[in-house]
């Protein structure tokens, strides 16, 4: 069964960090654009950070540039985001999806251009792993 499973969310304080994980199963990573999205209680869902299917290639919203890091373990099959100086503000459902890695010319599909792709065409989301941040 092809899926992506996340986890490793969690309640913590403001300027706290934690890893979530996206595994794969049913599938092999290694040609696949992978992307973290998230979605806060009465907002629509938005995209967090992708990475290309080479890991040369990576996307963030501005809001999370410099305190989240994406990166992905082929051998393991999984990518990851670390969140550091984690805000109440990134309080949300995580969720992970893929897209293809190579356009049909062939050519490696950029991590922006991935996450703009799954943002629009994906619809296989999972359960996500929640995230809350709050003193």
């Known amino acids: 069964q092809v899926q992506l499973v996340e986890s490793g969310g969690g309640l913590v304080q403001p300027g706290d960090s934690l890893r979530l994980s996206c595994a794969a199963s049913g599938f092999s990573l290694d040609y696949y654009a992978i992307g973290w999205f998230r979605q806060a209680p009465g907002k629509e869902r938005e995209g967090v950070a992708s990475?290309?299917?080479?890991?040369?290639?990576?996307y963030y919203t501005d809001s999370v540039k410099g305190r989240f890091t994406i990166s992905r373990d082929n051998a393991k099959n999984t990518v990851y985001l670390q969140m550091n100086s984690l805000k109440p503000e990134d309080t949300a459902v995580y969720y992970c999806?893929?897209?293809?890695?190579?356009?049909?010319?062939?050519?490696?599909?950029?991590?922006?251009?991935?996450?703009?792709?799954?943002?629009?065409?994906?619809?296989?989301w999972g359960q996500g792993t929640q995230v809350t941040v709050s003193s």
């Open positions: 990475i290309g299917s080479s890991t040369s290639s990576t």
């Open positions: 999806a893929r897209v293809y890695g190579r356009a049909t010319n062939g050519a490696l599909v950029t991590a922006y251009d991935a996450m703009r792709a799954m943002a629009q065409t994906y619809n296989r």
